[in-house]
Structures are given as structure tokens and as C-alpha cells.
């Protein structure tokens, strides 16, 4: 490839993808190593390197993903989570984006990868914790009929394009003393469980009863 001098609105660009790269790694850090790559010089490609996790250094090459994008201006311009790997056998989920010059020329790409075993970790970790084993007994820490209280409360509230939590003084006043008269309301705690689901206070569910 033949030397030139790199045009200032390049130097500016790549110098402004440098800060673009910084921010992100310090947002998701530590996950996510963020590269800066100039793509004018293959041999040294590697301008930055922000939250390290490969172990590679600035001055190192291009990669194969940068090469294509040097060959062929119509090369997407981004790649986003494909799978990849560390040189340690990690695996990483890595999105590339090509930066373009005024010309449409590849100059430069940001290049996210993430570390995937620390997510598998927690995700491992996370089922673990969820389990359940049998028991020799049922048990239910809800009231009877107490999902049953909350999915006619839903019905009604889906019915007027509305959530529970959001339906108007009048609406909620017609749900509840529909609730008393379909029995639902004289169940244990009945009129505490209704009042969590509408967001009201059971002072004001009682008021609406009335």
C-alpha cells in the first residue's frame, strides 16, 4: 500500500472514535473491552485498547474482520454479536463497527468484545439459587383465590385499555362493587389483595365498595 499523509478530517475522526471507545469501556467495564482500530495502517492497526481483556497491545495488526474491510469498501459496516474467543479460550460475544471517511473509505473501526464466562458465572450462580426441589407436602404462601382476585381485577382493567394501577376513580368504583357481587371479595384478606393490585390504599378500596 503506498504512503501518504493522512488527511486532517481522518486525524480528527479517529482522534473523536478514541473518545467514543473510552466511554464505553468505563460504562461496561468489567465486561467489555473496547478497541479503536486504524484501519490506514493494517500492519499496526491497533490505535487503543480500552478495558483489556484480550491481551493484545496498541501497534498490534488487523485482524481478519479488518482486513475484509480494507479489501471491500461495501463490507458491512456492522457486525454485531457474533461469537468470538479469547486467546485463553474465553468466550466473547464481539460487535465491530466500520468508520468511513468523507470518501467512503474504510480509515478506522470500534470493536466491542464481552466477556462471556463472567455472565455464565452469574447465570450458573443464578440457577443455583432459583432451585427447587420436592417436597412432601403442598404449600402456598398466597391467600386462596387470591390470583384469581388479581387475574379478574386484569380482565376488567385489559377490557378498558387500561393497567389496574391506572384506571379512573369511576372505573376502579364499578371493578370492586363487581368483585363483591361475583363473591370475590369475601375470601381472607380479599380487599387487601385488590387494593395491592390497583395501587390503592384498603381505606380506599373499602370507600369503593360503598
Known amino acids: 500500500m503506498p504512503e501518504h499523509t493522512p488527511a486532517p478530517d481522518q486525524e480528527t475522526l479517529i482522534a473523536q472514535l478514541d473518545q467514543i471507545a473510552a466511554g464505553l469501556a468505563q460504562t461496561f467495564a468489567p465486561f467489555c473491552e473496547v478497541v479503536v482500530h486504524d484501519l490506514r495502517d493494517p500492519d499496526h492497526a491497533i490505535l487503543a485498547i480500552h478495558n483489556n481483556l484480550s491481551g493484545r497491545a496498541p501497534g498490534d495488526p488487523a485482524t481478519e474482520l479488518g482486513?475484509?474491510?480494507?479489501?471491500?469498501?461495501?463490507?458491512?459496516?456492522?457486525?454485531?454479536?457474533?461469537?468470538?474467543?479469547?486467546?485463553?479460550?474465553?468466550?466473547a460475544k464481539s460487535t465491530s463497527i466500520g468508520i468511513k471517511d468523507a470518501q467512503g473509505s474504510y480509515v478506522a473501526a470500534l470493536c466491542?468484545?464481552?466477556?462471556?464466562?463472567?455472565?455464565?458465572?452469574?447465570?450458573?450462580?443464578?440457577?443455583?439459587?432459583?432451585?427447587?426441589?420436592?417436597?412432601?407436602?403442598?404449600?402456598?404462601?398466597?391467600?386462596?383465590?387470591?390470583?384469581?382476585?388479581?387475574?379478574?381485577?386484569?380482565?376488567?382493567?385489559?377490557?378498558?385499555?387500561?393497567?389496574?394501577?391506572?384506571?379512573?376513580?369511576?372505573?376502579?368504583?364499578?371493578?370492586?362493587?363487581e368483585l363483591k357481587a361475583a363473591g370475590?371479595?369475601?375470601?381472607?384478606?380479599?380487599m387487601e389483595i385488590a387494593a395491592a393490585h390497583l395501587g390503592i390504599s384498603r381505606a380506599t378500596a373499602y370507600n369503593d365498595v360503598k
Do not use: C, H, W
Open 112 to 177: 466491542l468484545n464481552v466477556d462471556m464466562s463472567m455472565f455464565r458465572s452469574m447465570q450458573n450462580a443464578l440457577q443455583q439459587f432459583s432451585a427447587t426441589g420436592a417436597a412432601p407436602f403442598q404449600e402456598s404462601l398466597d391467600p386462596a383465590n387470591a390470583e384469581a382476585i388479581r387475574r379478574r381485577i386484569d380482565q376488567y382493567a385489559a377490557g378498558l385499555a387500561a393497567s389496574p394501577q391506572l384506571l379512573k376513580a369511576d372505573d376502579r368504583r364499578a371493578l370492586m362493587r
Open 184 to 190: 370475590f371479595l369475601e375470601v381472607r384478606r380479599a
Open 67 to 91: 482486513l475484509a474491510r480494507i479489501a471491500d469498501s461495501a463490507y458491512p459496516q456492522v457486525v454485531a454479536n457474533y461469537a468470538n474467543r479469547f486467546a485463553d479460550g474465553r468466550p
